[in-house]
């Protein structure tokens, strides 16, 4: 079952895996950060990136993995409030730490 180049991120260029568009992520993304910080939950953001994977929660199209757009929202946090980055990680850790160590 080889991915068409379409199934393809836009950013990293993997194969989608975990396909969570970014509207859908930034929605469960925005209930943990309130815990936290509410002006800094209502900053995040999901931004419709198209393509041919179907977000297995909404359906919509969608082009960029969840690992990508994770990672960015958690350099967004990270510089403005540790302990929301902190649990922004234990909860959606698509393969950032690897990436961070
Ligand atoms: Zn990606
Ligand atoms: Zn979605």
Known sequence: MAGSPFN?????????????CSN????????????HDVKLADAIK??????ETKCILCGEGMG????????DIYRFLAERNTAAAEDFLSQFDFDLRKELI
């Open 24 to 35: 859908c992520l930034a929605e469960r993304m925005v209930a943990t950060i309130r815990h």
């Open 46 to 51: 999901g931004f419709k990136v198209d393509g």
């Open 64 to 71: 960029l993995c969840a690992h990508c757009f994770s990672m």
């Open 8 to 20: 393809r991120c836009v950013e990293c260029d993997d194969i989608i895996t975990n396909p969570l």
